[in-house]
C-alpha cells in the first residue's frame, strides 16, 4: 500500500449521535455537509440512520442527491443554502428539503415548487445566511400560510459558552419564532452543550459526531497511518528537505512519509507535528512537502513500517492546532488519495 490510510470508525459515529441525542429530550438530526465532514456522507448517513436518525442536514442540493441514495426515501435531508437558481429539478427529484433564506429564495420556491416542503433560515446576528428580522415580519404571515416544517437558526459564538451573543442570539430567535407552531432549531454541536433552553425541536450536531471539539467527550472516529516509503542515516551536520530547513544534531535515522500538503497536511504542520510510532512519539523533521514528510525515528529500537498520525495519542483537534487551524477545517481537508478503511456500521 503505497497511500495512507484513514480508517473511519462508524461505531463511534453513531455513539457520538446517541450520546449527544442522548443529552436532549428532542429530535437529533445530522449534519452531513461536505462529504460527512470529510468521512464519506454516504456512509455516516446510512451509519446514523441505523443509529436512529431521520433528519440529514448538508450545504447544498447536490450534496443531498447522494445522502438520499444512502438513507433512501423515508428521511428528511433539508438543504442550508435553501432553493438557488437552477435546483428545482435536484429538489423535487431527490425530495429535498430547502431551508429558505431570503425573500429572493421564498419567491423562487413558492413559484417554481409550490407543494413542495420547505423550512425558513432566520438570521439572528451573525449575518451568514438567512432572512434579517424585518425581511421576515414583512413576509411571515404569508409564508407560514405556505406551512414551513422548521424555522432555524445558527449560533455565531456555541464553541465559547460563556460569550453573550449566545444568549443575544437566544432571545432573538425566540422573539422571532415564539408561538408561530412551527417546529424550531438553533443548535448545532455546541448550541446542544449550551443547555435545554437551545435545544428547541430540533438539533443539528455536525463535529460531535466526528470526535471534534466542542464536545470534548466524544469519541475518537478518525485514524490516520501513513507508509514510510524509504529509511535512511543521516550524520550530524546534514539537513532535511526544501529549504535545508532541518540540521540533524546528532547521528539521526530519517523515515519519508508518504503524504503532505496535497493530502490536507497543511505546510503550517512544518516542524510543528510528532508522529507516532505505536506509542513512541517520533518528531516531524524540516518542510513538509506536496506529497511527503520527514520523521525523526532515531530513538526507536525498529524500523517503523509505518507512522500514525491521527489516532490515540493524537486526536485531529491537536493537529489542528499544531496547524493554527481547527479540527473542522483538518477534517475537510484530510485528502482522496487516502485508502478509506471503514469499521463497524
Ligand atoms: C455546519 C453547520 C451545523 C453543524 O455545526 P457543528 O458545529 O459541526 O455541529 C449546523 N447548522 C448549520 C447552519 C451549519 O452550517
Known amino acids: 500500500m503505497s497511500t495512507g490510510t484513514l480508517t473511519i470508525d462508524l461505531d463511534a459515529i ?69 432553493h438557488m437558481q437552477g435546483d428545482a429539478d435536484l429538489l423535487r427529484e431527490e425530495g429535498l428539503i430547502p431551508m429558505l433564506n431570503s425573500l429572493d429564495q421564498v419567491t423562487r420556491h413558492l413559484e417554481t415548487l409550490p407543494e413542495h416542503p420547505f423550512g425558513v433560515q432566520l438570521d439572528t446576528g451573525m449575518n451568514r445566511l438567512g432572512m434579517e428580522w424585518a425581511d421576515w415580519a414583512a413576509v411571515a404571515e404569508d409564508v407560514l400560510a405556505q406551512n ?34 412551527v417546529p424550531r432549531s438553533l443548535a448545532a454541536t455546541g448550541g446542544l452543550l449550551l443547555g435545554p433552553e437551545y435545544h428547541f425541536d430540533l438539533t443539528r450536531p455536525g463535529i460531535g459526531l466526528y470526535g471534534g471539539l466542542p464536545y470534548a467527550q466524544a469519541r475518537a472516529a478518525v485514524r490516520l497511518d501513513l507508509p514510510v516509503v524509504q529509511l535512511r542515516d543521516l550524520v550530524a551536520g546534514e539537513v532535511v528537505g526544501y529549504g535545508n530547513a532541518w540540521q540533524a544534531q546528532r547521528p539521526s535515522r530519517i523515515a519519508t512519509v508518504a503524504a503532505g500538503y496535497a493530502d490536507g497536511l497543511m505546510r503550517a504542520l512544518s516542524d510543528r507535528v510528532t508522529f507516532w510510532a505505536e506509542d513512541r512519539p517520533c518528531p516531524a523533521v524540516g518542510r513538509v512537502s506536496m506529497d511527503l514528510i520527514c520523521v525523526d525515528v532515531t530513538d526507536l529500537a525498529e524500523d517503523p513500517d509505518h507512522l500514525t498520525l491521527i489516532g490515540r495519542h493524537q ?16 477534517l475537510t481537508s484530510l485528502g482522496h488519495r487516502y485508502a478509506r478503511r471503514y469499521l463497524g456500521g
Not at 48 to 74: W, Y
Request: charged content about 20%.
Open 14 to 82: 453513531a455513539a457520538n449521535w446517541a450520546a449527544l441525542d442522548a443529552r436532549t429530550a428532542v429530535e437529533t438530526a445530522a449534519v452531513v455537509k461536505a462529504n460527512g465532514y470529510g468521512l464519506g456522507a454516504g456512509r455516516v448517513a446510512a451509519t446514523l440512520k441505523g443509529a436512529g436518525a431521520r433528519s440529514f442536514f448538508v450545504a447544498m442540493a447536490e450534496e443531498g442527491a447522494a445522502v438520499r441514495a444512502a438513507v433512501g426515501p423515508d428521511a428528511d435531508i433539508c438543504i442550508f443554502s435553501g
Open 315 to 330: 486526536r485531529v483537534d491537536r493537529l489542528a492546532e499544531a496547524a493554527g487551524t481547527i479540527g473542522y477545517e483538518m
Open 148 to 181: 414551513p416544517v422548521l424555522l432555524m437558526s445558527h449560533l455565531a459564538c456555541a464553541d465559547e459558552p460563556d460569550h453573550p451573543m449566545n444568549a443575544y442570539q437566544l432571545d432573538v430567535f425566540t422573539q422571532m419564532t415564539e408561538g408561530l407552531g
